[in-house]
Protein backbone atom coordinates (compact mmCIF):
# COMPACT_ATOMS: atom_id res chain seq x y z
CA UNK A 1 0.00 0.00 0.00
CA UNK A 2 1.19 3.30 -0.65
CA UNK A 3 -0.74 6.42 -2.29
CA UNK A 4 0.81 8.96 -3.95
CA UNK A 5 1.40 12.04 -1.44
CA UNK A 6 1.27 16.19 -2.26
CA UNK A 7 1.57 19.36 0.02
CA UNK A 8 0.27 22.26 -0.21
CA UNK A 9 2.48 25.37 1.35
CA UNK A 10 1.61 28.66 0.89
CA UNK A 11 2.35 31.79 3.48
CA UNK A 12 -1.32 32.33 5.37
CA UNK A 13 -3.84 34.28 4.23
CA UNK A 14 -2.90 33.27 0.21
CA UNK A 15 -6.21 30.85 -0.17
CA UNK A 16 -4.51 27.25 0.55
CA UNK A 17 -7.51 26.54 2.46
CA UNK A 18 -9.27 27.23 -0.57
CA UNK A 19 -7.06 25.38 -2.81
CA UNK A 20 -7.50 22.19 -0.62
CA UNK A 21 -11.49 22.71 -0.61
CA UNK A 22 -11.66 22.56 -4.31
CA UNK A 23 -8.69 19.29 -5.02
CA UNK A 24 -10.37 17.63 -2.00
CA UNK A 25 -13.87 18.19 -4.49
CA UNK A 26 -12.19 15.58 -6.59
CA UNK A 27 -12.99 12.08 -7.08
CA UNK A 28 -9.49 10.90 -6.83
CA UNK A 29 -8.13 13.33 -3.81
CA UNK A 30 -8.46 13.42 -0.56
CA UNK A 31 -6.82 16.73 1.14
CA UNK A 32 -7.96 16.87 5.03
CA UNK A 33 -7.69 19.78 7.48
CA UNK A 34 -4.65 21.26 8.86
CA UNK A 35 -2.82 18.83 11.42
CA UNK A 36 1.03 18.28 11.59
CA UNK A 37 0.84 14.64 13.15
CA UNK A 38 2.74 13.49 9.83
CA UNK A 39 6.28 15.32 11.32
CA UNK A 40 5.05 15.54 14.52
CA UNK A 41 4.72 11.95 15.40
CA UNK A 42 7.26 10.89 13.25
CA UNK A 43 10.26 10.85 15.71
CA UNK A 44 8.23 8.09 17.86
CA UNK A 45 6.68 6.01 14.83
CA UNK A 46 10.08 6.09 12.42
CA UNK A 47 11.22 2.37 13.28
CA UNK A 48 7.29 0.80 12.80
CA UNK A 49 7.56 -1.98 11.24
CA UNK A 50 5.32 -5.28 10.75
CA UNK A 51 5.80 -6.05 13.99
CA UNK A 52 4.10 -3.25 15.45
CA UNK A 53 0.66 -4.27 13.76
CA UNK A 54 -0.16 -5.66 17.22
CA UNK A 55 -3.32 -3.89 19.45
CA UNK A 56 -1.57 -2.40 21.85
CA UNK A 57 1.26 -0.30 19.75
CA UNK A 58 -1.89 0.23 16.71
CA UNK A 59 -4.24 1.89 20.01
CA UNK A 60 -0.83 3.72 21.35
CA UNK A 61 -0.50 5.18 17.62
CA UNK A 62 -4.11 6.29 17.66
CA UNK A 63 -4.18 7.94 20.50
CA UNK A 64 -1.29 10.40 19.90
CA UNK A 65 -3.42 10.99 16.56
CA UNK A 66 -5.95 11.56 18.87
CA UNK A 67 -4.13 13.62 20.83
CA UNK A 68 -2.52 16.10 18.33
CA UNK A 69 -3.54 19.79 17.85
CA UNK A 70 -6.22 20.01 15.58
CA UNK A 71 -6.60 16.29 14.54
CA UNK A 72 -10.55 16.60 16.57
CA UNK A 73 -11.43 18.81 13.42
CA UNK A 74 -11.18 15.60 11.29
CA UNK A 75 -14.04 13.95 13.14
CA UNK A 76 -12.51 10.35 13.22
CA UNK A 77 -13.67 7.76 15.40
CA UNK A 78 -10.67 5.55 16.72
CA UNK A 79 -11.99 2.45 15.61
CA UNK A 80 -12.22 3.94 12.36
CA UNK A 81 -8.19 4.55 12.24
CA UNK A 82 -7.89 0.92 14.08
CA UNK A 83 -9.67 -0.44 11.24
CA UNK A 84 -8.14 0.59 8.08
CA UNK A 85 -4.34 0.18 9.85
CA UNK A 86 -5.46 -3.40 10.14
CA UNK A 87 -6.83 -3.77 6.91
CA UNK A 88 -3.95 -2.07 5.53
CA UNK A 89 -0.91 -3.60 7.24
CA UNK A 90 1.25 -0.45 7.09
CA UNK A 91 4.78 -1.66 7.31
CA UNK A 92 6.56 1.78 7.29
CA UNK A 93 5.83 5.09 9.65
CA UNK A 94 4.79 6.63 6.21
CA UNK A 95 1.98 3.72 5.07
CA UNK A 96 1.23 4.35 8.63
CA UNK A 97 1.00 7.47 8.71
CA UNK A 98 -1.47 7.34 5.01
CA UNK A 99 -3.94 5.13 7.04
CA UNK A 100 -4.56 8.21 8.78
CA UNK A 101 -5.75 10.12 5.50
CA UNK A 102 -7.37 7.38 4.29
CA UNK A 103 -9.28 7.13 7.67
CA UNK A 104 -10.56 10.77 6.55
CA UNK A 105 -11.41 9.27 3.05
CA UNK A 106 -13.58 6.59 4.66
CA UNK A 107 -15.32 9.28 6.16
CA UNK A 108 -15.84 10.48 2.91
CA UNK A 109 -16.84 7.48 0.85
CA UNK A 110 -13.68 7.78 -1.00
CA UNK A 111 -10.59 5.46 -1.85
CA UNK A 112 -8.46 8.34 -3.24
CA UNK A 113 -5.22 7.98 -5.27
CA UNK A 114 -3.95 10.81 -4.45
CA UNK A 115 -3.70 12.60 -0.68
CA UNK A 116 -3.17 15.72 -0.12
CA UNK A 117 -1.44 18.05 3.09
CA UNK A 118 -2.12 21.54 3.71
CA UNK A 119 -0.30 23.17 6.43
CA UNK A 120 1.73 26.79 6.78
CA UNK A 121 3.47 25.25 9.34
CA UNK A 122 5.48 23.09 7.31
CA UNK A 123 7.25 26.00 5.60
CA UNK A 124 9.48 26.26 8.35
CA UNK A 125 9.86 22.13 8.50
CA UNK A 126 10.84 21.25 4.49
CA UNK A 127 13.61 19.57 5.30
CA UNK A 128 12.05 17.38 7.22
CA UNK A 129 9.30 16.96 5.14
CA UNK A 130 11.33 15.69 2.31
CA UNK A 131 12.63 13.06 4.47
CA UNK A 132 9.52 11.60 6.01
CA UNK A 133 8.04 11.45 2.38
CA UNK A 134 11.00 12.05 0.01
CA UNK A 135 9.64 12.77 -3.59
CA UNK A 136 6.11 14.21 -3.21
CA UNK A 137 4.55 17.16 -5.08
CA UNK A 138 4.85 20.35 -3.41
CA UNK A 139 2.21 23.03 -4.76
CA UNK A 140 3.31 26.29 -3.68
CA UNK A 141 0.58 29.21 -3.78
CA UNK A 142 1.59 32.45 -4.04
CA UNK A 143 -0.66 35.85 -3.48
CA UNK A 144 -0.07 39.26 -3.27
CA UNK A 145 1.67 40.09 -0.47
CA UNK A 146 -0.03 43.60 -0.22
CA UNK A 147 -3.66 42.26 -0.66
CA UNK A 148 -2.54 40.15 2.24
CA UNK A 149 -2.03 42.41 4.54
CA UNK A 150 -5.85 43.37 4.61
CA UNK A 151 -7.03 39.97 4.98
CA UNK A 152 -4.72 39.82 8.41
CA UNK A 153 -6.08 42.82 9.32
CA UNK A 154 -9.26 41.59 9.21
CA UNK A 155 -8.43 38.52 10.80
CA UNK A 156 -6.91 40.49 13.56
CA UNK A 157 -10.68 41.57 14.13
CA UNK A 158 -12.04 38.53 14.76
CA UNK A 159 -12.47 37.66 18.52
CA UNK A 160 -10.01 35.68 20.14
CA UNK A 161 -12.19 33.14 21.67
CA UNK A 162 -11.87 31.14 18.81
CA UNK A 163 -8.81 27.97 20.11
CA UNK A 164 -7.11 28.30 16.19
CA UNK A 165 -7.40 31.72 15.37
CA UNK A 166 -4.38 32.59 13.56
CA UNK A 167 -1.66 35.06 15.07
CA UNK A 168 -0.93 37.40 12.46
CA UNK A 169 1.10 40.27 12.40
CA UNK A 170 -0.27 43.82 11.92
CA UNK A 171 2.68 45.99 11.04
CA UNK A 172 3.45 46.41 7.44
CA UNK A 173 6.89 45.39 8.12
CA UNK A 174 6.36 42.30 9.73
CA UNK A 175 3.69 41.42 7.40
CA UNK A 176 6.21 41.95 4.44
CA UNK A 177 8.86 40.46 5.89
CA UNK A 178 7.16 37.46 6.95
CA UNK A 179 5.11 37.24 3.14
CA UNK A 180 8.75 37.55 1.59
CA UNK A 181 10.92 35.27 3.81
CA UNK A 182 7.70 32.11 3.42
CA UNK A 183 7.76 32.55 -0.26
CA UNK A 184 11.38 32.57 -0.70
CA UNK A 185 11.83 29.76 1.39
CA UNK A 186 10.10 27.86 -0.33
CA UNK A 187 10.60 28.66 -3.81
CA UNK A 188 14.71 28.52 -3.09
CA UNK A 189 14.26 24.89 -1.21
CA UNK A 190 12.38 23.50 -4.25
CA UNK A 191 13.27 25.54 -7.62
CA UNK A 192 15.13 23.02 -9.16
CA UNK A 193 12.27 20.28 -8.04
CA UNK A 194 10.79 19.01 -10.95
CA UNK A 195 7.66 18.10 -8.54
CA UNK A 196 7.66 21.87 -7.77
CA UNK A 197 3.97 23.35 -8.59
CA UNK A 198 3.91 27.10 -8.60
CA UNK A 199 0.41 28.79 -8.79
CA UNK A 200 -0.53 32.27 -8.71
CA UNK A 201 -3.73 32.57 -6.38
CA UNK A 202 -4.96 35.43 -8.77
CA UNK A 203 -4.72 32.81 -12.05
CA UNK A 204 -6.60 30.58 -9.33
CA UNK A 205 -9.35 33.02 -9.15
CA UNK A 206 -9.25 34.35 -12.55
CA UNK A 207 -9.03 31.04 -14.28
CA UNK A 208 -9.77 28.13 -12.28
CA UNK A 209 -10.19 25.16 -14.50
CA UNK A 210 -7.42 25.81 -16.63
CA UNK A 211 -4.86 26.36 -13.46
CA UNK A 212 -6.29 23.16 -11.31
CA UNK A 213 -5.85 20.75 -14.41
CA UNK A 214 -2.35 21.98 -14.91
CA UNK A 215 -2.30 21.17 -11.47
CA UNK A 216 -4.03 17.67 -11.98
CA UNK A 217 -1.87 17.14 -14.95
CA UNK A 218 1.22 16.21 -12.91
CA UNK A 219 -0.92 13.75 -11.43
CA UNK A 220 -2.35 12.06 -14.38
CA UNK A 221 -6.00 13.01 -13.77
CA UNK A 222 -8.32 14.93 -15.07
CA UNK A 223 -10.58 18.08 -14.26
CA UNK A 224 -14.00 17.50 -12.75
CA UNK A 225 -16.58 20.40 -12.69
CA UNK A 226 -17.66 19.88 -9.64
CA UNK A 227 -14.42 21.30 -8.64
CA UNK A 228 -15.73 24.50 -9.56
CA UNK A 229 -18.95 24.09 -7.15
CA UNK A 230 -16.53 23.21 -3.59
CA UNK A 231 -18.49 25.40 -1.97
CA UNK A 232 -21.88 23.12 -2.13
CA UNK A 233 -20.11 20.56 -0.55
CA UNK A 234 -18.65 22.46 2.58
CA UNK A 235 -21.82 23.65 3.16
CA UNK A 236 -23.82 20.45 2.99
CA UNK A 237 -20.70 18.70 4.57
CA UNK A 238 -18.71 20.86 6.75
CA UNK A 239 -15.69 19.98 4.86
CA UNK A 240 -13.81 23.41 6.86
CA UNK A 241 -13.81 22.28 10.30
CA UNK A 242 -16.29 25.01 12.27
CA UNK A 243 -13.63 25.64 14.39
CA UNK A 244 -11.44 28.03 11.76
CA UNK A 245 -14.66 28.85 9.92
CA UNK A 246 -15.13 32.21 11.36
CA UNK A 247 -12.18 33.20 9.21
CA UNK A 248 -12.69 30.81 5.95
CA UNK A 249 -16.32 32.33 5.18
CA UNK A 250 -15.81 32.57 1.82
CA UNK A 251 -15.21 28.99 1.12
CA UNK A 252 -19.04 28.76 1.44
CA UNK A 253 -19.46 30.85 -1.46
CA UNK A 254 -18.82 30.92 -4.94
CA UNK A 255 -15.35 32.38 -6.49
CA UNK A 256 -14.89 36.30 -5.94
CA UNK A 257 -12.33 38.03 -7.84
CA UNK A 258 -13.17 41.56 -6.08
CA UNK A 259 -10.61 41.29 -3.20
CA UNK A 260 -7.84 40.78 -6.20
CA UNK A 261 -5.65 44.32 -5.73
CA UNK A 262 -8.17 45.44 -3.20
CA UNK A 263 -4.58 46.87 -1.46
CA UNK A 264 -5.07 49.57 -3.61
CA UNK A 265 -8.04 51.07 -1.86
CA UNK A 266 -7.39 49.70 1.42
CA UNK A 267 -3.40 51.06 2.21
CA UNK A 268 -2.49 54.44 1.91
CA UNK A 269 0.61 55.40 -0.60
CA UNK A 270 3.07 55.16 2.08
CA UNK A 271 2.12 51.62 3.08
CA UNK A 272 2.36 50.33 -0.24
CA UNK A 273 5.59 52.12 -1.01
CA UNK A 274 7.27 50.95 2.35
CA UNK A 275 5.85 46.88 1.38
CA UNK A 276 7.21 47.37 -1.76
CA UNK A 277 10.52 47.98 -0.71
CA UNK A 278 10.82 45.33 2.19
CA UNK A 279 9.92 42.64 -0.30
CA UNK A 280 10.47 43.82 -3.45
CA UNK A 281 12.67 40.68 -4.56
CA UNK A 282 9.64 38.50 -4.25
CA UNK A 283 7.40 40.90 -5.76
CA UNK A 284 9.36 40.95 -8.94
CA UNK A 285 10.08 37.50 -8.17
CA UNK A 286 6.76 36.32 -8.40
CA UNK A 287 5.64 38.55 -11.12
CA UNK A 288 4.09 41.25 -9.02
CA UNK A 289 4.07 44.81 -10.22
CA UNK A 290 5.96 47.56 -8.05
Not at 62 to 88: G, P
Not at 98 to 106: D, G
Not at 148 to 176: C, T
Request: proline share 4%; charged share 25%.
Amino acid sequence: MIVDHFFILANPRSGSSLLRLMLNSHSQITVPPECGFLLWLEPKYRLWSVENLNDKDIEQFVEDVQSSRKFETWQIKNQTIIDVIKNKQPENYVTLAQCVYLSYAKNQVKSPALIGDKNNYYINHLLELGEVIPNSYVIHLVRDGRDIVQSYREINKISSDYKYKPNLPYSIQDIATQWHENNLNIFNFYRDNTNYIFIKYENLLKHPKEVLSEILDHFNLKFEDKMLEFYKENALKQIEPKETLAWKLKTLKPLDKSNIGIYKEKLNATEIKEFNVLAEKSLKLFGYDT
